[in-house]
Every structure is written in structure tokens, then in C-alpha cells.
């Protein structure tokens, strides 16, 4: 005890020194207007510059969770104008408007997102595979379609309580169904390797209509991918290797080495349209 006190006595100077240099500044800007014009402006502006960087900081740090939000929200609006597309052409003039459903549900089927983040990826290979943070405790069953904002990613091919393993497009096992939009025209999307921005749609009749720059998209021919999910673009129109169809170079809209928040389909149906084409 008698040595606190004596530490005490020892830096009571600094003690007293502090609190006269506090008292002396307290009353410097208090009773002169222009050193206390001077003091505020100084403090707010040191004041704006800590909140712009408690801001940034606090966006940083929300930056995820938005971008996951966003990459969701976007997938429900491509459906949603799938939707769309489809019903306003069979609308009478004076009907009810169509208004699809903000929701997670995607309108118009039994289709519900489950958010996942890409743990690990790979695009240089042949047969490229992805790891997403979500498994089967969170309702994950192989052969679940996997998309992003701005398209499809791949189908999952095995699961574990809390991850998932996907087959990605950028894979030569990989085969999606998809179609021109717009047209009843279908083939199905490979990737032959080389170049992760570029697909192949093949069995493209050489009547069909077809120009640079034209949208492809699932074309809902099997229950891993809703219709009107995404693609790409056509790039180049090339004959096929037999000369009775056209081969369609495409310009893939999902960057796979630029990814990291995805969607996993669950399609509430599956179970039965698999037993019932088993049949």
C-alpha cells in the first residue's frame, strides 16, 4: 500500500501538469470566439475523417453478405422475366397485368434458392470442379443445378453434411440443355476445354434463324435448370463437323474464375419427375 502511495507522490506533477494543460484549452476555446472557430472547425473535420473511415470500413465489412443478396436476387429476376416472357404474348389486351413475386420462391414452379460461398475452384483443368460451403444440412441432394447472377455455374455431384462438390460447366462431362431464346431451338451446351469464356451449342438446325449476339438459355428440358436461366452469347455460327447442323461458338455470361457467391436449385418435384421418367 505505502508503495502505490509513494508512485503516486511520485508522478503527481504529471498528474496536476495534465490537468492544467486540459483546464487552460477548456478555457482557451471557450471564452475566445476565434480559437474556439478554429477548434470546432478542426474537430469536425477530424470528426468527418474517422467516420468516413468507420464507414468504409463497416462496407467492407457488409460487402459480402450484399453481393449474396444481390447475386439472389438477380437469379429470381431472370426467371421472373422468363416468366414473363412467356405469359404476356397469351394476355388479352385488357387482362390483368402480370406481376411476378419478389420472393425467394421462383414464380411460377416449385423452385426454392439455397445462398452458397465457393470455397474452392479450379478453371485451368479439363474436367473442372467447385466446393461450395453448403451440404446436405442444408437441404443439398446431388444433381441440384448451381447458378449465379449472371448464369449457370454446374450440378452438384456429391455431398457432404456441409459442403457440396460441383461438376462445373467448364468441365467436358458436363452437358446442359439449352436453347435460343425467344425460339423453340435446343441443343446442348459442352465445353471442349481451352478458353473458360467460350461453349459449345451443337444440333442447331441449319433453318433457324440465327445472328451474332443472340441469348442462349436453359431450356427447362430437364429438372436440374428452370427454362430462361442465362448463358451466354452467340459468338460465332459455325457448321457442324457432318455439314446438316449448325455449331454455335458462346460467349459465356458466369465468369468462373471471378466468382465466389452462387445458388443452389431446389427443385421440390425432382423426386417424382425422376420416378416418373424411371418409369
Known amino acids: 500500500m505505502h508503495d502505490f502511495i509513494d508512485r503516486i507522490i511520485a508522478y503527481v506533477h504529471w498528474v496536476l501538469f495534465l490537468f492544467l494543460e486540459a483546464l487552460s484549452g477548456f478555457l482557451l476555446f471557450q471564452y475566445n470566439h476565434y480559437q474556439g472557430s478554429i477548434w470546432f472547425t478542426q474537430a469536425n473535420t477530424v470528426s468527418g475523417i474517422v467516420h468516413e473511415w468507420e464507414s468504409g470500413i463497416l ?3 457488409r460487402m459480402p453478405a450484399e453481393n449474396a443478396a444481390l447475386v439472389r436476387r438477380n ?3 431472370q426467371h421472373n422475366l422468363n ?3 412467356h405469359t404476356v404474348p397469351t394476355q388479352p389486351s385488357q387482362g390483368e397485368a402480370f406481376s411476378p413475386s419478389p420472393s425467394g420462391e421462383l414464380e411460377g414452379c416449385c423452385l426454392s434458392l439455397i445462398p ?3 470455397i474452392d475452384n479450379s478453371v485451368r483443368k479439363r474436367d473442372n470442379m467447385l466446393v461450395i460451403d453448403v451440404g446436405s444440412e442444408d437441404g443439398v441432394a446431388p444433381e441440384m443445378g448451381v447458378v449465379s447472377g449472371s448464369g449457370v455455374v454446374g ?3 456429391g455431398v457432404t453434411p456441409h459442403h457440396a462438390l460441383v461438376m462445373s460447366i467448364l468441365n467436358s462431362h458436363s452437358s446442359i440443355s439449352c436453347r435460343l431464346r425467344g425460339t423453340e431451338y435446343f441443343g446442348y451446351m459442352k465445353w471442349t476445354g481451352g478458353n473458360p469464356l467460350r461453349a459449345y451449342m451443337d444440333d442447331v438446325p441449319r433453318h433457324a434463324h ?5 441469348v442462349i438459355e436453359t431450356s427447362g428440358f430437364s429438372n436440374v435448370f428452370p427454362a430462361g436461366i442465362f448463358l451466354g452469347k452467340v459468338a460465332e455460327i459455325k457448321n457442324s463437323s457432318d455439314g446438316l447442323a449448325y455449331e454455335l461458338e458462346i460467349l459465356l455470361g458466369t465468369d468462373l474464375a471471378n466468382l465466389r457467391h452462387v445458388n443452389v436449385i431446389n427443385n421440390f418435384s425432382k423426386a417424382e419427375l425422376d420416378s416418373l421418367m424411371a418409369q
Open 83 to 85: 416468366v414473363l416472357r
Open 155 to 157: 450440378i452438384v455431384s
Open 75 to 77: 437469379i429470381i429476376l
Open 59 to 61: 462496407s467492407y465489412l
Open 116 to 118: 452458397a460461398r465457393i
Open 210 to 214: 440465327i445472328k451474332k449476339g443472340d
